[in-house]
C-alpha cells in the first residue's frame, strides 16, 4: 500500500506554484465556476468550501510530513546546536585576543595618528600662513617702493625715467596677484585687508597717475620746430626724446595683458600715440580752414602745420630707433609677442599705412577738402579771393608739404638749418633722397585738396 505523501493529491500545485499567480483572478474564476453569473445574489457558500477544505488539505499534509520527518529534523537542529557551539568555544578565544590586539593597536598607533594627523594639520596652516605672510609682505614692499618712485616722478625735477620705474613696480604687484592658483605665491591674497588696501589706495591711484603723466609727456612731444616755438638745444631735444621714450615704455608695460591672448598690442601706448597725431590733424585742419578763408594768415599757418609735421617724422624716427621692450607678463606665460621689434610696427599696424607723415598728409588731405567745398559753396570774398590766388596757395601747400618731411634740426645740424635736413624715407628712415621725389603722392593728394575745387 502507498505510503499517504505518495497518493495522488487533488489540489492543483502548479497553479498555485506559478511565478503569475494572482489570487484576486482565481477567487474570481471560482465562484464564476460555482454560480451562474445572471444569479442575484451569488452563492459564495460553495466557493468558500472548496478553498476551506483546501486549505485543510494542506495543513494535514503539513503535519503529516511533519510528524514522519520528525526525527530527521530533531538530529539536524542537535547536530547543528552542537557545531555552533564548538565554533563558538573556538572563536571565542580568538575573539578575545583579536579584541585585545586592537585595543593595543588604538593605543599605540590610532591615538598617536590622531594626534599626529592634528600636528601635521597645525605645521600646514601655519606653512599657508608663513607662505602668505611672505606674499603680503612683499606686495607691501612692493607697495612702499611705489610709492617712493611716485614720489620722484611727481618731484620738483619730475625725472620721467621714475615713469619706467613705476611700471615695473606695478608689473611685479600685478604679477603676484595674478598668481592666484592654490599653490602659487598669489593664492589668497584676495582675503587679505591689507591688499585690498594697498590695491585702492596706492597701485590704482598710482597706475592712474603714471599713465596720465606719460600721456601728458606723449601729447607735449615737440622739437621746437614751429615758427612760434623756441629752438630747443641739442640737451633739450635729447631731454624730449628721452621723456617720450620713457613714456611710451610705461606704457606698453602698463597695457593690460589677459590671458590667453595671442594676438596682443599695447593698447594704452597705441591709444596716447593715435591721439598725438588726432590732436596734430585738428589743430592743424582748424587752421588750415580758418586761414583759406582769410589768405593773408595762410602763410603762418602753413609753417604750423609743417612744424607739426617735422614733430611727426621726429617721432616716427624715435619710434623706429626704440626696441620695443619686453612684457615680463607675457614672457611669464611663455606668450609670443606680435610686436617684437620697434615701438612704430604696432602703430603702423594699428593706422594700416606705411609712415605717420604720409598718414597725417593724406588723412589731413581727406578732411580738408570738404572744408574747402563749403568755402567756396559759401561765396563771397574768401571764395574769390581763393579762387584768384589758385595758383599760389597750390605752390604754398606744395612747400608746406616739403618742410613737413624734414626732420627737426637740432643746433649742431648745419646741413638742416640750411633748409636741406635729410628726409625721412616710407619705413621711418632717413636718408639724402629728393623729398618731392619721394612723396609725390602726399603732395598731389594735400594740392589736390584745395586746388581742384578752386576751379
Known amino acids: 500500500m502507498a505510503e499517504p505523501d505518495d497518493q495522488p493529491s487533488y489540489i492543483d500545485y502548479e497553479t498555485f506554484l506559478a511565478p503569475e499567480f494572482d489570487a484576486a483572478g482565481f477567487a474570481n474564476s471560482l465562484v464564476l465556476s460555482t454560480n451562474d453569473p445572471q444569479d442575484a445574489p451569488l452563492d459564495l457558500a460553495t466557493p468558500l468550501s472548496r478553498v476551506l477544505f483546501d486549505i485543510q488539505e494542506i495543513d494535514s499534509h503539513i503535519d503529516l510530513l511533519t510528524a514522519r520527518s520528525a526525527i530527521p529534523l530533531l538530529t539536524h537542529t542537535k547536530t547543528q546546536t552542537e557545531t555552533s557551539k564548538r565554533v563558538v568555544a573556538d572563536v571565542g578565544p580568538q575573539l578575545a585576543s583579536l579584541n585585545e590586539s586592537y585595543a593595543q593597536l588604538e593605543a599605540k598607533v590610532v591615538q598617536k ?263 567756396i559753396t559759401r561765396g563771397g570774398v574768401s571764395a574769390r579771393t581763393l579762387r584768384s590766388s589758385r595758383a599760389s596757395v597750390g605752390d604754398q601747400i606744395r612747400e608746406c608739404v616739403i618742410r613737413g618731411m624734414q626732420t627737426t634740426a637740432g643746433p649742431n645740424d648745419k646741413g638742416a638749418a640750411n633748409g636741406t635736413g635729410k628726409a625721412p624715407t616710407k619705413n621711418g628712415a632717413t636718408g639724402n633722397a629728393t623729398v618731392s621725389g619721394s612723396w609725390d603722392r602726399e603732395i598731389a593728394v594735400m594740392v589736390a585738396s584745395v586746388v581742384n575745387h578752386l576751379r
Open 113 to 375: 595618528h590622531a594626534e599626529a594627523d592634528e600636528v601635521r594639520q597645525v605645521a600646514s596652516r601655519l606653512w599657508e600662513t608663513l607662505w602668505l605672510g611672505r606674499s603680503v609682505g612683499r606686495c607691501l614692499q612692493l607697495g612702499r617702493q611705489l610709492e617712493l618712485q611716485n614720489t620722484e616722478l611727481q618731484g620738483d625735477k619730475e625725472d620721467h625715467r621714475a615713469l619706467v620705474r613705476c611700471a615695473h613696480t606695478i608689473l611685479s604687484l600685478r604679477e603676484v596677484l595674478q598668481q592666484n592658483s592654490p599653490g602659487e605665491e598669489g593664492h589668497g591674497l584676495d582675503r587679505i585687508d591689507a591688499i585690498r588696501a594697498l590695491q585702492d589706495t596706492v597701485v590704482t591711484p598710482i597706475e592712474k597717475t603714471v599713465r596720465e603723466t606719460a600721456e601728458k609727456f606723449v601729447r607735449e612731444f615737440s622739437l621746437g620746430a614751429a615758427s612760434t616755438q623756441r629752438e630747443l638745444t641739442f640737451a633739450q631735444a635729447e631731454e624730449a626724446k628721452a621723456k617720450t621714450i620713457s613714456s611710451l615704455t610705461a606704457l606698453y608695460l602698463l597695457s593690460s595683458c589677459p590671458f590667453p591672448a595671442p594676438a596682443w598690442a599695447p593698447a594704452m601706448m597705441l591709444q596716447a600715440l593715435e591721439l598725438y597725431l588726432r590732436a596734430a590733424l585738428q589743430s592743424s585742419l582748424s587752421t588750415l580752414t580758418r586761414s583759406l578763408s582769410t589768405l593773408p594768415t595762410l602763410d603762418r599757418t602753413l609753417s604750423e602745420v609743417s612744424a607739426r609735421c617735422q614733430n611727426i617724422v621726429a617721432l616716427e624716427q624715435l619710434l623706429a630707433q626704440t626696441k620695443a621692450p619686453v612684457h615680463p607678463l607675457r614672457e611669464l606665460m611663455s606668450l609670443p609677442d606680435n610686436t617684437a621689434g620697434t615701438l612704430l610696427q604696432p602703430l603702423l599696424a594699428k593706422l594700416e599705412t606705411g609712415s605717420l607723415p604720409g598718414y597725417f598728409w593724406r588723412t589731413l588731405a581727406g578732411h580738408l577738402s570738404p572744408r574747402v567745398q563749403d568755402i
